[in-house]
């Protein structure tokens, strides 16, 4: 059940209940499937979904489910002043529930306020533009930040690879910030870190840092090589990840853009590589992957295709991980560059 802000009428029995702060929501639903070929099975189920109003399931519109497949779009933030019109479209449906005064405020220093024109002059445009790709950039970079608000991100101590969860505990999962980014010891929002965190997410929830064995998952972040150096489409890189991968459901490595964070375009329909594809496996059980430009000889089946001089970064997630992912028993190596 979804309640808006301010609701106060009684809440029925029986209903799992999110009082939204906000009148705008995004719902996300996801469905794993351990096949590839069962994706069917999985649009089936979630084609099921039904969004109505509460005691009137007779007055629901018919669900519409648009299928994106194959179908070029883009969703990355916007770079330019646009995103300061989207904000103020925003500001206009939400109001007060937006933000607190100050950073209402801080609108209305650039001429965003609620049911009031917004109509920058070319000058005013031409700042806000750069303005808003310093603020995407500037977000991009702290994502890469090993330590961030004061938090070390890095999961192992001798590998690159990162996660903004890293410092959780089963008491406090999320480590010390809670899911609104407000930090336990101290009271104040880590900015940095939120600024970092969907500027390649656009979501969170419990399920990323899960200390449950067999339930959510686990990720891993990582965009530059066991050098240090940050990971490009030109250069050849294997992966070596030891036998016994801790993933109950299944597991899979994703490249993304370096840049914009989107899913990276390597010519491929989904640039990823993992269990569903069943790469060969070494003979002590352990899995070698590669990356680069061309596939190594006899390594096709285990190989992801890069951009020649674009660069990228890689998420490796752990779907139902086991113990030894959780605690850190089993970890990934780095990328390392094969010359």
Do not use: C
Request: charged share 20%; hydrophobic share 40%; no cysteine.
């Amino acid at each position: 059940m979804l309640v808006p802000p301010g609701y106060k009428s009684d809440v029925p029995n029986g209903y799992y209940v999110y009082r939204s702060a906000t009148m705008n929501v995004l719902v996300t639903l996801r469905a794993f499937v351990a096949n590839p070929k069962e994706l069917g099975l999985a649009v089936e189920h979630l084609d099921k979904t039904k969004v109505y109003p509460l005691n009137d399931n007779a007055a629901a519109k018919p669900m519409k489910f648009p299928d994106a497949s194959a179908v070029k779009l883009n969703l990355l933030p916007s770079t330019d002043s646009t995103a300061f019109d989207q904000i103020k479209q925003l500001l206009d449906s939400e109001g007060e529930n937006l933000a607190s005064p100050d950073w209402l405020g801080m609108l209305a220093s650039i001429g965003i306020v609620k049911g009031q024109p917004f109509r920058p002059d070319a000058h005013t445009r031409s700042i806000l533009d750069k303005a808003a790709m310093t603020g995407f950039k500037t977000a991009r970079v702290l994502s890469y930040d090993p330590v961030v608000n004061g938090v070390s991100q890095v999961m192992y101590p001798d590998r690159h690879w990162i996660n903004p969860f890293t410092g959780g505990t089963r008491a406090h999962p999320s480590g010390p910030w809670n899911l609104s980014w407000i930090m336990r010891s101290g009271g104040y929002r880590a900015l940095d870190a939120r600024t970092s965190f969907f500027s390649y997410s656009w979501g969170v929830s419990p399920g990323m840092f899960t200390f449950t064995p067999g339930e959510g998952a686990i990720y891993a972040i990582v965009a530059v090589d066991s050098q240090g150096k940050p990971l490009s489409g030109s250069n050849d890189y294997r992966l070596h990840l030891p036998a016994n991968i801790p993933a109950k459901l299944f597991w899979n490595v994703t490249l993304y853009d370096a840049f914009s964070a989107a899913l990276y375009d390597n010519g491929q329909e989904a640039p990823a590589l993992g269990s569903p594809q069943k790469p060969e496996q070494n003979v002590d059980g352990s899995t070698d992957l590669y990356f680069g430009p061309k596939a190594p000889d006899g390594k096709a089946r285990n190989w992801l295709p890069t951009a020649p001089g674009r660069a990228y970064m890689a998420i490796l997630r752990l779907y139902f991980p086991t113990e030894a992912a959780i605690d850190k028993s089993w970890k990934p190596g780095d990328f390392e560059e094969v010359r």
